[in-house]
């Protein structure tokens, strides 16, 4: 009896597993265009958040739809964020913080030969990130380099350089 329960036991948590990844979470409009994209389509941040809520609706389905104030007022959430990564708050930004996980891919505008503190990245995708900690000095200047700003724990965003480096803890100042 005792190993039917074990299968029996597995079995429903491979299920529940398949389910999980089944579900993919929806990837705001801020996360596929560029900031001057953004711009040159002129939505307001309130046409934009029920924008985003119409269509992640649309992509969960019918239970989506019957539970609106689960995800809360767009308008009312406080100091939010934007294409999938914190920034400081901007009057009206009507993102959610993080519902966006995905590591960002970019290169940078400028050379690197280190940062610290306050240092800002600019990329070439619009975003700009700055540095909330971390130091580096590089032996001889990266020209333009690929870039990964990679999501952590809680909110948390570091930038990388190269896989090798230590990354920069950052967050979205654009």
């Known amino acids: 009896m005792r190993p039917f329960k074990l299968a029996s036991l597995l079995l429903a948590l491979l299920s529940l597993s398949f389910a ?16 001057q994209q953004l ?14 809520r119409m269509l992640r609706e649309a992509e ?31 009057p009206g930004a009507g993102q959610f913080i993080g519902l966006n996980d995905e590591p960002i891919k ?38 333009k380099p690929e870039i990964v700003v990679v999501p952590g724990v809680a909110g948390r965003w570091f930038l990388q350089v190269d896989e090798d480096m230590p990354k920069a803890r950052v967050y979205r100042i654009d």
């Not at 999980?20 to 409009?29: D, H, N, S």
């Not at 711009?39 to 985003?52: H, P, T």
């Not at 239970?63 to 708050?89: K, L, M, T, W």
């Open 60 to 90: 969960q389905g019918p239970a989506a739809a019957e539970a609106p104030a689960a995800a809360g007022n767009d308008e009312d959430s406080g100091p939010q964020v934007g294409a999938g990564a914190p920034r400081e708050p901007r």
């Open 39 to 52: 711009q040159e389509v002129g939505l307001s941040d309130e046409q934009l958040a029920k924008l985003n």
């Open 20 to 35: 999980a990844q089944a579900r993919k979470p929806y990837v705001e409009i801020e996360r596929k265009l560029t900031a």
């Open 106 to 143: 970019s290169r940078l505008k400028h050379d690197v030969s280190g940062w610290e503190p306050g240092t800002v990245f600019e990329l070439e995708n619009g975003q700009q990130w700055k540095v909330l900690k971390g130091r580096m000095s590089l032996k001889k200047p990266m020209l």
